[in-house]
């Protein structure tokens, strides 16, 4: 077997610039669908029938179904209602549909694991329900949904080569017109294999950073957080 | 200050209250005594709606708790009565991502809209009276249970309520610990607080207690100074659970 990463080399910034759309996909639709998983989130666990059943139907469709199958649907099916998409677009709906349906239950799970009473703790010193979700329920949430969070967006980011199927010129479709032309897949689908390994990579390390961050009592207070408590003013003398 | 009227609470089949009616004038420290699942937790949270009432009125400083004429009140109306009724669980219930003096402030800062500073200056001073003094800035979770418990007690204290309800706040903590939390509970008492709670500490009752109240399978069974309650106890129900209470 003769290689010739000279060929890998030459296509290399080619690769790099599809590499962006890849970017641009995952980025794009893992906003889009972590916003909407809030929701879906919140609807899911809703004492109300009319928001949890559908939150939960949705949950079932999207999660029991392939991507692959959502991407072929909402790129070809949708000219049948008279809506005709661009494979870019495309790729953002049916890929934001599935971020949200997964990440609706990771956040599910981080926010039904705050404890009942220390939300009966925050209401019983008069605070609203909006208020109990954005100081008590969310700060803790947060760092419970990191891990199982940020191992799907790590699947998510990989998934995102399943747009090369309707036509997105992102790396896995980029790589293979390559290869394909020069005859070089061994080569190329190696350095394909390591820009995802970078992109990977990425996340591995915000993951990382995002628990270190958020193991709050093992580190000291900030230097703001210090001032805005006037933590180092001495107390005036109060009267016994 | 505290009005309770004929409440009943069910839960599924459960009677948990049963017509309970009890009144508590300002500056009274009333104690909840009686066997477990006798209904003391959920008379304490039905005073503040953490439990909605089957049936029953309940006033707090003359205005009823809940309900306005045949209305149900507002989220916000019922958040805003609730801030004047401090409340200290058996569990502590501290936030595990702030400091004690951001559990402490935050109800200044979050529901009143104090300023920062200002409100930690306030906490402080609470976290001080509770001696509490240099644990201001460590999480709850390297506090000791009756460490917790004081930082609860000053939480609650710093939105200045009317009245304090605990619900029995030394039930989960070793015995070595249950005298600071209650030497904190009755210098709070001595100064003058609206009080009900319910434990199982009868020397506190004993000491501290204006009236204590006997409840049983969700009745009120019997209410006498403390004189009365332990020097003579009128039911044989009473008796039964004094005798097994106080070895």
Known sequence: ??????????FLPILLQASLMTIA????????????AFFVALARMSPRAWLRRP????????????????????????????????????AIIAMS?????????????????????????????????????????????????????????????????????ITV???MLTAQMIYSSTYRAIEILTVTGAIYLVLTSCLSALQMYLEHVTTYEQRGLGEARRRRLRLDTPLPTMPA | MIEVEN?????GAVRALDGVSLSVTAGEVVCLIGPSGSGKSTLLRCVNFLEEPTSGVVRVNGRRVGWEGTRRVSARELARTRAEIGMVFQHFYLWPHMIALENVIEGLVTVKGMGVGEAAAKGRALLEKVGLTDKMEVYPEHLSGGQRQRVAIARALAMEPRVMLFDEPTSSLDPELVGEVLRVMEQVASEGMTMVVATHEMGFARKVADRVVFLDQGKILEVGTPEEIFGRPRHERLRRFLDKVLV
Request: hydrophobic share 55%; with cysteine; charged share 10%.
């Open chain 1, 97 to 165: 549909a599935s971020a949200a349906a997964y990440n609706a239950e990771i956040i599910r799970a981080g926010l039904q694991a705050v404890h009942r009473g220390q939300l009966e703790a925050a209401y019983a010193v008069g605070m609203s329900y909006g208020q109990v979700v954005r100081r008590i329920i969310v700060p803790q949430a947060v760092r419970i949904i990191i891990p199982p969070y940020m191992g799907n967006a790590i699947s998510h980011c990989k998934n995102s080569s399943l747009a090369s199927v």
């Open chain 1, 169 to 171: 010129p992102e790396l």
């Open chain 1, 55 to 90: 939150a939960m139907a949705y949950i079932w469709v999207v999660r029991g179904t392939p991507l692959l199958l959502h991407l072929f649907f909402v790129y070809y099916a949708a000219p049948a209602f008279g809506i005709t998409l661009d494979a870019f677009p495309a």
């Open chain 1, 25 to 36: 996909l995952f980025v794009l639709s893992q906003v889009l669908g972590t916003a909407a």
């Open chain 2, 7 to 11: 409440l009943v609470k069910h839960f």
């Open chain 1, 1 to 10: 077997m003769h290689l010739d990463f000279g060929v890998a080399w030459k």
